[in-house]
Every structure is written in C-alpha cells, then in structure tokens.
C-alpha cells in the first residue's frame, strides 16, 4: 500500500495520497477486469474507515509502522470468523434492554456509563484491536465516531440496528477490507505504474490534483 500511495516518498501516507491513488486507478479505466473495478469502487468507500482506524497517533499520516496492523487484521479476518463474536460480544454491553436491537438512544446511555468504554475496548482488544484505541477514548469522542456508522448500518431506516443489521455491516467490511487487501497484495506493480501514468498526464495537463481529491473525484462515475 506504501508502496503504491506514498507519492512523495516521505514513507507516511496522507489521505490525500490515498484518495488521489484510488482516483487516479478508477480514472485510468478500462481496468483489466470487472472485478477491479469493483473492488476500486469497494476501496474508495472503505479506505476513509481504515485510514482513521489505523492512524494510531492521530496526525493524519499513516506510516509503514501503523500499516502493519491492515495486514494482522488481514490474516486475522481471512483465518478466523471474529467479526460474529465481535458483534455478539457488542450487543452484550450495549442492548440493555434486551430487545435485539440498539438504537441511538439505547447506544449512548450506555456508553456514558461509568466503565463501559473500557469494556468495548476490552473486547475490541481481544477480538479485533483497533489501534486508535490503544490510547484510550472518551465517550465523547466515540460517540462522535459513531454516529455515522449508525446510520450507515441502519439500512431500514428505523433508528435502531439489528442483529441482523449488525452482521450485515460486518459482513461487509470484512468482504471489503479483504478485498482491498487482496488488490494491493495482487496488483501493486501494476496499480503503481497505472497511477503513475495518470498523475503525470493530469500534472502535465495543469489539473488541480488537491482540490480534485478532496471533491473524492466525485466526477468520477
Ligand atoms: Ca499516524
Ligand atoms: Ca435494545
Ligand atoms: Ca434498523
């Protein structure tokens, strides 16, 4: 990933790398096949996720240390079903009404009690460590992050997420990050060279490469 982002060769990668890289492979189409294609398209909604979980210290850069982690979890989720357990284990702390559903409400209550960040944590640690974590998080905090995961995984819109729900979204994170992964692992010679072609054709054209990034190509299909 380092490898194939980190443009200015400083051995950190910024999200704008990330989002220019990713841009320029869906740019440089036709892609060898429909499942790049895809899984580019897979990428560019989960790297945002990935990037924040990663960025351990928080400076907005991700460095080769921290990006260990993406391929730990990668054996990880590719060896063992954690995510089911990781989801069971949530529900636990958090539905304390019992009704198989989690809403806002339900979510923040919970989280504002004395302890129960420390028992997520506790449970990510063994199950999935997510290295933000590591340091600790306020229930502020957390729930800010939260929030959009919330509506993402309420897919039928009724202010609560389900069980069902739940494995859903985990489901398909796992298929996601495995996905990416499986890309950088397969492709990085050639995504490097596709890349490299398509900054320098859009700097030779004098394009705005940052503002173009931060739109998230959003010309782009
Ligand atoms: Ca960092
Ligand atoms: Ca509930
Ligand atoms: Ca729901």
Known sequence: M???CDHDKNFGLTLYEVNITLMAIAKSMPLPSPELKDIVRQARSVTPTIFRIVDEDNDEEVTGKELLWVSEMYDLLKEKPVLKGLSNALFTVLDTDADDGLSAEEIRAAIQTDGVVEKLIAIFDERFPIPVLKHGISPEV????????FVAMDVNEDGKIERK????????????FLG???LLKNSAMMLKIVVGAYLEKEAAAGTDLHSLAASGGSAVE
């Open 165 to 176: 729900e739940s494995l859903k979204a985990a489901l398909s994170f796992k298929k996601q």
């Open 2 to 4: 380092l490898d194939v």
């Open 180 to 182: 990416v992964a499986n």
């Open 142 to 149: 957390l729930l800010d992050n939260l929030q959009p995961a």
